[in-house]
């Protein structure tokens, strides 16, 4: 997506003929990209409303970097539509706090459930678990499995078949103990459902939750706003959690669920481990929607190695200029397939490559830097327009390809422009716009 935007802007500002048919016709194309990204059509023709509005393509003058203004109207149109600009509930500790999950079969409830007690847990609360799910079999031992693996007490029933009886048993059982975080996990059957719908009323009205939270997998594309639409009406929700954020799904769905419902998104699932899962941040939802590198994002998940914090930093933004520590401990810091997405420039580097392939490469192009002086490296290639031969050295030196010794140095080239842009300072990185 981020791409067709750019290019889109790319072949308004390069033109010739910078007019207002130009710039028309680039709106258009990113609204048919965010279209594509499974934004809600209306939504879109809306965002080209304002953006037009926001750019008064007349009073630019000559001078303005127009690239620019046009992205940011875009990247903060988008932020403003994923922004409910409301709370969602906080709970409060020495009390017991009833959270319940809606959503349908598949979404993610259990899982991220799981996520949640854990989260709480660490946080100094008292979570636990209970199973009202009785539709799905083996819905129980799947939640059973996953609280003891999180280490987080439980509560269902083989032999009970109705849903709400389970709730409340579960429930009463955990304020009697009491938890502090008391997390009901419900069924989302696809069949019947008016069905459904009057069964989690029912449920609500059994355990009066102070929170309920409905669970949307992001894959759920162009029908996000009917569906939440569709819950909100009966089982009113105060937040959202998109799940598998982590996949190929184009993540524009999400905006249409907040726009329909006008209910904050709390967390992001970002895969199947119980630690994956993450606060949502508007900013950084939409960088890497509109594939700007989540810089946020790659700073936090460094920091949470718990490394010392002047070290990482230093890491990041001064031996970035050294390619072969940063891709070190890239390899260090877990599935590629996640960090790809959290650094320019690299996921169009890794292409579509799965994370052993990836590793693969990234290891043979440690092995090319190795194979070249450091004077060689920093020379941004400059030095191999000189000695084409020494390319070939390197290439055989290191088991490679002079192509993919080309690569490296083009690849050397932007993490180097990267760095020089971290040191100018986060802020000045999420408001210069999407250009790399
Ligand atoms: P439920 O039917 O709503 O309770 O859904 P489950 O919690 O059972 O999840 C359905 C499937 O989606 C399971 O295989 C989960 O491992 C998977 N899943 C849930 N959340 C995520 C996520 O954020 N990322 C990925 N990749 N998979 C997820
Ligand atoms: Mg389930």
Redesign the pocket.
């Known amino acids: 997506l981020g791409r067709r935007i750019n290019a889109a802007v790319h072949d308004l500002t390069h033109s010739n003929l910078v007019d207002e048919k130009a710039f028309d016709s680039m709106i258009k194309e990113i609204g048919n990209a965010l279209v594509e990204a499974d934004v809600n059509v209306k939504l879109v023709a809306s965002l080209r409303k304002s953006i037009r509005q926001t750019v008064n393509f007349k009073e630019l003058g000559p001078g303005v970097n127009k690239k620019r203004i046009i992205q940011k109207a875009v990247f903060d149109e988008l932020c403003r539509l994923v922004d409910s600009h409301s709370e969602p509930y906080k709970p409060k500790k020495g009390k017991a706090n009833v959270i319940m999950f809606v ?1 349908l ?8 459930c799981t996520k949640l007690a854990r989260w709480y847990n660490a946080r100094g609360f008292k979570a636990c678990l209970v199973c009202a799910d009785t539709f799905r079999a083996g819905a129980f031992d ?1 939640l059973k499995q996953n609280a003891t693996k999180a280490k987080v007490p439980y509560y269902g029933s083989y032999t009970e078949t109705d849903p709400v009886k389970v709730a409340k048993a579960g429930v009463d059982k955990f304020k009697k103990e009491r938890f502090e975080i008391i997390i009901v996990d419900t069924s ?1 059957r696809h069949r019947q459902e008016a069905e459904l719908f009057a069964e989690m009323v029912q449920i609500q009205e059994a355990v009066q939750p102070d929170q309920t939270i409905m ?1 949307l997998d992001a894959s759920i594309g162009q029908q996000a706003e009917a569906q939440s639409k569709a819950f909100k009406e009966s089982a009113d929700f105060g937040a959202i959690v998109i ?5 190929n799904a184009a993540g524009g769905g999400a905006i249409s669920a907040v726009a329909a419902t006008k209910t904050p998104i709390v967390f992001i ?4 481990h119980i630690l ?1 899962m993450e606060k949502f941040e508007p900013q950084r939802y939409i960088s890497k929607l509109l594939g700007m590198g989540d810089m946020q994002g790659l700073v936090e998940h460094v920091q949470s190695l718990k490394l010392d914090q002047k070290d990482t930093m230093k890491h990041i933004a001064e031996a970035v200029r050294d390619l072969r520590d940063q891709l070190n401990n890239i390899m260090k810091m877990g599935p590629l397939s996640k960090m790809a997405g959290m650094i320019p420039g690299l996921s169009n580097l890794m292409g579509d490559v799965g994370d052993e392939e990836g590793s693969m490469k990234l290891k043979r192009m440690m092995y090319i830097m190795d194979s070249m002086t450091t004077k060689e490296l920093d020379s941004d290639g400059k030095m191999f327009v000189q000695q084409p031969e020494r390319m070939t050295r390197v290439a055989r030196g290191s088991g490679t390809s002079v192509r993919e010794v080309e690569d490296v140095l083009t690849q050397h080239k932007m993490m180097a422009q990267m760095a020089k842009k971290m040191k100018g300072g986060m802020k000045a990185m999420q408001q210069g716009g999407m250009g790399r």
């Open positions: 959503g079969q598949g979404s993610g409830k259990t899982t991220t799947q989302g669970v799940t598998k954020t982590d996949g699932g970002t895969g199947e994956d």
